[in-house]
């Protein structure tokens, strides 16, 4: 669509916020789940409790943080609790309904790879690690994870399950004993994708407008199956479009260029 | 008891090579005043503990500080990779870098429990993760009661905790507030503890529930505004963003990496020095 007034990034974090329900208690990654989580809270879901692993709990920042743990979001929080209450009462005490992650890979299963490409002894790309994410995709009540689309992004195989998903698809995850739904949706720059109820492979059910399934298809490192009630997402509104412009513009003021 | 001196002797005193060293601060109060004070003294063979290593461990281990590492999440959060640190993983420079690696909730619970004077940590984690896969350090327990298997990590007892706070008092009490990450815990299972502080005051004035260190649990009290800095120290200054941002190519290529650790860390007096040097090289 030519004449489109809104970029693919934008419409992945206003499909992304969309997912997020008023009221919900949503334990936030860095990075774009931190973006589309407070653009929610901005418009349909100013009650959202929004939870990050540095303590904050309940924080309404006005500019999106860089760290995890700018000053911001301990000053807009309801509470700001310690490292390990977070998530020994908080986490792992099982108060928190989503868990939001971005992620360097994700396989075809929603496992998340963020520890290293290649060999664990001898990595070809030393990636940070785990940090929160291993006990979040396990402690929450479901995950959603959100990336760029990209063959490197979804991939196949992983080299490396930092933290779960379904693990080989199945009920493999169900074996675990986990509590929580695990990953019920990716989503991308292009659409979001849901596990397969059966083999819990993640497969295409929306579009995001304006996207091509076959890219999508080209994209994804497996061969991406698509629903046969293939939603779209709507566009982005005005207001939906304001608010987040809004905010990044905020942000780049403050951190003194743009995220 | 605590003793108010400088940060150089506290340095020289409590931190020997080989020692095991937490600098903990969970992108609040980072202790990069200590940390290059460690640098400046070229302490050897340390294994260093944090949950995030940051630029101040990107420092340590490209100047060679470090033996090991035991870590969380290790990048330069916002902006990208750690470049020493991957430097170290992936090709051994400037020298091999052994790694433990964990989850955030088990650092945590093990900081606890070594604070708890219990030999392990336990907690529901690393289902169907691959890192117990490569660790011994990450075993599974079965509960006496229930049955159930919960994953078992070993408890951190530093020989030396480093931490940034706000106040201390002239008899060495401490008090720290906002992000508070894991400084109580890594304090209180540690042998030594350093507290570098913004400010020494007479009256701590510590509200009742406040987070305070007592006198007694703490080794050395040593004065140093903006010790925290770029990261920030809340009611004081906020985080350098900038300065992380910056980060990425002054440690991208070994070169430049030295030469801007020779000018700023080893050729500084101390910590006024190397910010006096930085504000220079920022005209």
Redesign the interface.
């Known amino acids: 669509m030519a004449d489109r007034d809104y970029t693919a990034e934008e419409m992945m974090t206003v499909a992304a916020a969309r997912q997020l329900a008023n009221g919900t208690v949503c334990f936030v990654g860095?990075?774009l789940p931190s973006a589309a989580a407070n653009l929610a809270r901005l418009t349909h879901a100013p009650e959202i409790v929004l939870i990050y692993?540095?303590?904050?709990i309940g924080t309404r920042p006005d500019v999106l943080?860089?760290?995890?743990?700018?000053?911001e979001?301990?000053?807009t929080a309801d509470s700001?609790?310690?490292?390990?209450e977070?998530?020994?009462y908080w986490?792992?005490g099982g108060r928190v309904d989503i868990g939001f992650l971005g992620a360097a890979q994700v396989g075809r299963f929603g496992?998340i790879n963020t520890?290293v490409i290649g060999d664990?002894?001898r990595?070809?790309?030393?990636?940070?690690?785990?940090?929160?994410?291993?006990?979040i995709?396990?402690?929450c009540g479901e995950v959603f994870i959100m990336l760029r689309h990209g063959k490197r992004a979804l991939v196949d195989r992983l080299d490396?399950?930092?933290?779960?998903g379904f693990?080989t698809g199945g009920d493999a995850?169900d074996r675990?004993g986990?509590g929580g739904r695990g990953p019920t949706r990716i989503i991308t720059d292009l659409g979001i994708l849901e596990p397969d109820p059966a083999s819990r492979e993640f497969t295409l059910t929306t579009l995001h407008s304006g996207a091509d399934p076959d890219r999508a298809k080209n994209e994804t490192g497996w061969p991406l199956k698509i629903a046969a009630s293939l939603a779209v997402t709507p566009p982005p509104t005005e207001a939906e479009l304001t608010s987040l412009r809004e905010l990044k513009a905020r942000t780049a003021r403050a951190?003194?260029?743009a995220? | 008891m605590a003793e108010i001196v400088s940060l150089a002797e506290a340095v020289e005193r409590a931190i020997h090579d080989g020692d095991a060293v937490a600098m903990e601060g969970f992108t609040h109060l980072i202790p990069f005043a200590a940390g290059q004070e460690v640098i400046r003294q070229r302490r050897r063979d340390l294994t260093l503990i944090r949950m995030t290593p940051d630029l101040i461990y990107d420092q340590l281990i490209g100047a060679g500080c470090a033996r090991k590492l035991i870590f969380s999440w290790g990048g330069n959060p916002g902006v990208g990779s750690l470049h020493r640190f991957r430097d170290a993983v992936e090709h051994e420079w400037p020298r091999p870098l052994e790694i433990e690696e964990h989850s955030h909730a088990a650092m945590a619970n093990a900081y606890v429990a070594g604070a708890s004077n219990v030999p392990f940590a336990l907690l529901r984690g690393y289902a169907g993760s691959d890192l117990p896969k490569h660790s011994d350090r990450i075993r599974f327990v079965r509960c006496p009661f229930t049955g159930e298997e919960l994953a078992a990590v070993p408890a951190l007892r530093p020989d030396v905790t480093i931490v940034h706070a706000q106040k201390a008092d002239r008899k060495g009490n401490v008090l720290l507030w906002g992000i508070l990450g894991v400084q109580k815990e890594a304090v209180l299972g540690a042998r030594r503890a350093i507290v570098t502080v913004e400010e020494i005051v007479d009256r701590l004035e510590a509200p009742a529930n406040g987070c305070v260190l007592p006198r007694w649990v703490v080794s050395a009290v040593c004065l140093v505004p903006g010790g925290a800095r770029p990261s920030y120290a809340q009611g004081y200054y906020k985080r350098d963003n900038g300065f992380y941002k910056a980060w990425d190519a002054i440690a991208r290529e070994r070169e430049g990496f030295l030469a801007w650790m020779q000018h700023h860390v080893l050729d500084s007096a101390d910590f006024a020095d190397f910010e006096r040097r930085l504000k220079v090289a920022n005209g």
């Open positions: 860095i990075g692993e540095s303590g904050t943080p860089l760290s995890i743990g700018d000053g979001l301990a000053e700001v609790v310690s490292v390990p977070m998530f020994r986490l792992q496992n520890t664990y002894q990595p070809k790309v030393r990636l940070p690690g785990a940090g929160g994410a291993p006990e995709a396990t402690s490396f399950i930092s933290s779960v693990l995850r675990l986990l951190h003194g260029s995220l």
